[in-house]
């Protein structure tokens, strides 16, 4: 397993994303909060063999810290590991350029609220100014609302909607993507930010997919993968997407471990003892994923 990292270490993730494109396989982003987050993605990484992003929403990099949480993917680089690292949703100009200044892999621009003309403009100055600094750095952006929080839902989240005729149109994708300069883009095509109750969130929708792959021509980036089939993921990446991101379920995967854990251990107070089976309750989700996302 440490022949691989050695031999696919000093690649950027721009290297990675395009062989993942042209394997027909994708990379998996998990979001992590904490250390325990950090080990179960590298520890899976390491165990399957396979490059992985990690993945830190503005709430998330903020709880950890900006800088520290690059400061812990360059340890795990430094011996030679395909880990990376994404500021994900990232909702203005100012965050994205302290990410871009603090060093990470990649960054994504979230604009899916404000009006499509304001998307494009501001995700036009992001790109701007992150590829003025690192030609390596890659931008996504989004087009299409699918809600905000990776969470276990009772429904549908207020404002998506998710019928063929509001989901991203090739047309429009293909618009922002020239007007942009992004390196790669993140659809709505039926995918969900949280995971529903019950934990199977609805059918992507396979053509739209390719329809977009096919007019923009570059790689997509799949949101909200928490409640999908794996078959769902498979046609997906046939279909275009290169990069899945995964929250809920480790977040559901963290919460469950830790209560059985506190329950079965009412003498115990090492965080490090409590927590292991945490993180080992994470990494068996991000193995599974991994396993799907790579057609092992
Ligand atoms: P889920 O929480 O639905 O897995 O989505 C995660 C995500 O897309 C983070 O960017």
């Not at 950090?38 to 399957?48: C, D, E, G, M, T």
Request: aromatic share 8%.
């Amino acid at each position: 397993m440490f022949n691989f990292f050695r031999k696919s270490g000093p690649k950027s993730l721009k290297w990675h994303v395009s062989d993942a494109l042209k394997r027909k396989v994708a990379i998996g982003h998990f979001n992590i909060s904490n250390i325990d987050g950090f080990w179960a993605v590298v520890n899976a990484s390491k165990k399957i063999g396979v490059p992985v992003i990690i993945g830190v929403s503005e709430g998330e990099r903020d709880f950890v810290g900006v800088a520290q949480v690059r400061s812990l993917v360059d340890s795990v680089k430094a011996e030679g590991a395909p880990v990376f690292l994404n500021a994900d949703h990232t909702y203005s100009f100012e965050r994205v350029k302290e990410v871009v200044d603090a060093g990470y892999d990649s960054v994504i621009f979230d604009g899916t609220e404000r009006s499509f003309e304001d998307n494009v403009a501001l995700t036009k100055k992001c790109v701007r100014y992150a590829k003025a600094k690192d030609k390596n750095i890659l931008v996504e952006a989004e087009i299409g609302f699918i809600g905000k929080s990776s969470k276990v839902l009772e429904g549908i989240p207020e404002g998506v909607r998710i019928g063929e005729e509001f989901l991203t149109k090739p047309e429009e994708a293909l618009r922002f993507v020239k007007e942009t300069g992004v390196d790669m883009l993140a659809p709505a095509v039926g995918n969900i930010h949280g995971m529903l109750k019950g934990g199977v969130d609805p059918a992507l929708n396979i053509k739209r997919i390719k329809d977009i792959s096919d007019a923009v021509k570059i790689p997509l980036v799949l949101h909200g993968g928490s409640g999908n089939s794996a078959e769902d993921f498979k046609a997906a990446i046939d279909a275009g997407v290169a990069i899945i991101h995964v929250n809920t379920e480790l977040r559901v995967a963290y919460k469950n471990a830790l209560e059985a854990t506190l329950r079965n251990s009412p003498g115990e107070v090492a965080p490090y003892k409590l927590e292991k089976p945490v993180v080992e309750a994470i990494q068996k989700v991000v193995e599974e994923k991994l396993m799907i996302f790579n057609k092992l």
